[in-house]
T-cell receptor
């Protein structure tokens, strides 16, 4: 069964460093997302991406964050200068956008980011 | 604005008991989608079910069943004859059709512990 894959599964970085989290969405999907989950809390929407541009972003997704789809398969989240409060599980997700898909969003296994 | 409330923070049951996880949602849209996701201790988000706002039929899948009631804005999830492997955090989520990116808004989750 097709799945969303994410790398790395776990990254430890020093405060102020740049981090890039990578995702390969399901191959025929058109909508891509990043969500984050701080330990023990709920899953929060960061950004959605469609047709090579951001379609919606949350208040969390400030200038320190950016997304890119550099080729036909990868979807990346960059955090320019990490802060301690960026420590969280980051989930990539995708959706195929077809009429009969019912808007089901499929998630990857997550990338756990620890900022020290 | 869309909102999902899962009032039960944690539920503990003994194996083989039935358990119902509550979910109440708020939306101004007439077309929307409701979801349940399971997050086992390993951390990934596993899609369980999607429901469209115009389809109030209840659904059963093995030991899982879902009760969607628009009149009370609820989408409750019942596990029959619970098993230890059902232990996880369960998230209810909502997406509105009017929002192009169809982002998901999650509830705070219910931690289910099934003990022998």
């Amino acid at each position: 069964e097709p799945e969303v894959t994410q790398t790395p599964s776990h990254q430890v970085t020093q405060m102020g460093q740049e981090v890039i989290l990578r995702c390969v969405p399901i191959s025929n999907h058109l909508y891509f997302y990043w969500y984050r989950q701080i330990l023990g809390q709920k899953v929060e929407f960061l950004v959605s991406f469609y047709n090579n541009e951001i379609s919606e972003k949350s208040e969390i997704f400030d200038d320190q964050f950016s997304v890119e789809r550099p080729d036909g398969s990868n979807f990346t989240l960059k955090i320019r200068s990490t802060k301690l409060e960026d420590s969280a599980m980051y989930f990539c997700a995708s959706k195929d956008g077809a009429r009969n898909s019912g808007n089901t969003i499929y998630f990857g296994e997550g990338s756990w980011l620890t900022v020290v | 604005a869309q909102k999902v409330t899962q009032a039960q923070t944690e539920i503990s049951v003994v194996e083989k008991e039935d358990v119902t996880l509550d979910c109440v949602y708020e939306t101004r849209d007439t077309t929307y989608y409701l979801f349940w996701y399971k997050q086992p201790p390993s951390g990934e988000l596993v899609f369980l079910i999607r429901r469209n706002s115009f389809d109030e039929q209840n659904e059963i899948s093995g030991r899982y069943s879902w009760n969607f009631q628009k009149s009370t804005s609820s989408f409750n999830f019942t596990i029959t004859a619970s098993q230890v492997v059902d232990s996880a955090v369960y998230f209810c989520a909502l997406s509105e059709a009017s929002r192009g990116g169809n982002k998901l808004t999650f509830g705070t989750g219910t931690q289910l512990k099934v003990e022998l």
